[in-house]
């Protein structure tokens, strides 16, 4: 658990990057700090491993006042993951990712195999080991950087906008990686972003800061789209938000009618089309297991009868959602939600769009 | 001379190694020695001189403008000012040379570690890695290729500008000029410049080759990038 109490950051020139903040990121979660630009997020980060001293206040991490850690020491125990990933550019890929082992002090060999490791456990291949820095992609170099700050195994990792500066479609694949990595190494992670989908698709719990470094709201992500503190944090979550919030509701509980007629399978049961004069019609699926409330709204908006179909992990159709049954499910979940705000252990992880299929 | 030929190989073989101290060869080892010790000397004074201006923003300026005096003096003068306390050897031609190689190599320091990038800077710092050992494994590394830029320009310009010793009789290959123009006989002169332009293409190569050899990053950015 990291501790913000109270904290305040001065400049010397005079600007407050971050006004009385107190916050608590919990041990093993994912707490996500979002903002405009210029809202204190990076020094409220860095403050954490003490590359920027606090004004006044405490930050603790655990029970521990970091203040009180001699700076080095401290900064070898938190993993640091930055935009430009900031590798050596003078150091091969499998010597970057051991930095941190090498300044523990472990053999040398001892900290490449560590490495090679770790470069498996990002999906980068062994042959990249000893290329330098520029001889990568960027999602490959953002991959690098993840992976030295996992090299000693730290608790805590902190990312200041670690995905900002690649392309929406590895971006995308960075962060569906950073949390299968998270679903298995359970870190403590601050991660900081401009970007409130991503903020909402990665956090666990989303501190939304304005300007000067102030607290907007800090809430799990369902319940920020759902009950904005107020108009700023209204605006920043932008439009959708009705939309974006059945992400978090599980697909799991809509009924599922039997397969009609009109739906053409193949021989293993997955789905061609809609049958009809002109031949066969597009259709869209959802796994009811695995996906969103959100994803079935879309698989059947897919369909120009408009029903959903459910398929399961192997892409088979077993059921069939019709309009009117998701109606319910739906009106069901609006009035249940005026009751109750979702869990968040009610997340789904899962994807949100349904398959579009010819 | 009319009829004199422009180069007599004769006089050359005569004159390569003749054991006496105008000998060609001996010429050429002190010219050596005089062109590359102040690059020496001036290396291990720029680097933590350098590294000290890039800390202290404002030793800088101070340290800048003086070695920009020293350069901007003809080296006739310099030598003049040493003649006086290390009279006619080859350290009155030595110690003027090491402040050119100064003012050249102590803003290449200072420009190479200016080049480092900030993120590379940061994170060294976020790894956990402490001052003295970021500049020795981090900054410093980083910066080789425009240390050695300036290296490059500091060892052929101190290889031409030992000629000018020759006026105190200390310029290495510089005194077959003085012999040469005396005498009007343009052998010696002709040997001095073909064996310094040798020198300077040799020493540049070679440190063009230790640049391939020591930052195989930079090298590969140019290849494949
Ligand atoms: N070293 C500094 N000196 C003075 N002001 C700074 C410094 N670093 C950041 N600031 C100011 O503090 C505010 C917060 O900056 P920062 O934490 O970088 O914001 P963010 O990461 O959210 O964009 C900004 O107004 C910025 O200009
Ligand atoms: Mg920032």
Known sequence: ?358 | MNDEPLIRWDWIARNWDNGGPSAIKTLLESHVAMALLPVVFGLLVALPLGVACARWRWLYQPTAGLMNVIYSLPSLVLFSIFLSVTGLTQTTVIIPLTFFTLAVLIPAVVDGLGAVPDHVRQSAVAMGFRPLRRLLQVELPVAVPVVLGGLRVATVSSISLVSVGALIGQGGLGNLFIDGWQRQFYTPIVVGIVLIAALAVLSDGLLVFAQWLLTPWSRARRGTA
């Open chain 1, 1 to 358: 658990m990291i501790t913000f109490e109270d904290v305040t950051k001065r400049y010397p020139d005079g600007t407050v990057a971050v006004d009385h903040l107190s916050l608590q990121a919990p041990t093993g979660a994912i707490t996500v700090l979002v903002g405009p630009s210029g809202c204190g997020k990076t020094t409220s980060l860095r403050m954490i491993n003490r590359m920027i001293d606090a004004t006044s206040g405490r930050i603790l991490l655990d029970d521990q006042d970091v203040r009180a850690i001699d700076p080095p020491t401290l900064r070898r125990g938190i993993g640091y993951v930055i935009q430009q990933a900031g590798l050596f550019p003078h150091r091969k890929i499998v010597d970057n990712v051991a930095t941190v082992p090498y300044l523990l002090g472990w053999d040398k060999k001892k900290a490449r195999a560590r490495a090679m490791e770790l470069l498996e456990l990002v999906g980068l291949d062994a042959k990249l080991a000893n290329r330098y820095p520029f001889q990568l992609s960027g999602g490959q170099q953002q991959r690098v950087g993840v992976a030295r700050a996992l090299a000693a195994d730290p608790p805590v990792l902190l990312m200041d906008e670690p995905f900002s500066a690649v392309d929406p479609i590895v971006r995308a694949s960075l962060q569906d990686e950073l949390l299968a990595l998270q679903s298995e190494l359970n870190k403590t992670i601050v991660f900081v972003t401009h970007d409130i989908d991503e903020a909402i698709k990665l956090g666990d719990v989303v501190a939304v800061l304005r300007v000067g470094g102030h607290l907007a709201q800090m809430a799990a992500p369902a319940t920020l789209l759902s009950e904005p503190a107020d108009d700023f944090v209204r605006e920043f979550l932008g439009r959708d938000r009705g939309i974006r919030r059945l992400s978090f509701v599980p697909a799991k509980g809509v009924r599922l009618g039997p397969l009609p007629d009109d739906l053409v399978v193949d021989a293993d049961g997955r789905p061609l089309g809609w049958r009809s004069d002109g031949g066969l019609l597009p259709y869209g699926t959802f796994n009811p297991e695995r996906d969103s409330l959100r994803a079935a709204l879309d698989a059947a908006l897919l369909s120009p009868n408009g029903a959903a179909i459910a398929a399961d992990g192997d892409g088979r159709a077993v059921g069939v959602v019709t309009r009117d049954a998701l109606d319910d499910v739906l009106i069901r979940y609006a009035e249940k939600s005026l009751e109750h705000e979702p869990e968040p252990g009610e997340r789904v992880a899962a994807d949100d769009h349904g398959r579009a299929e010819p």
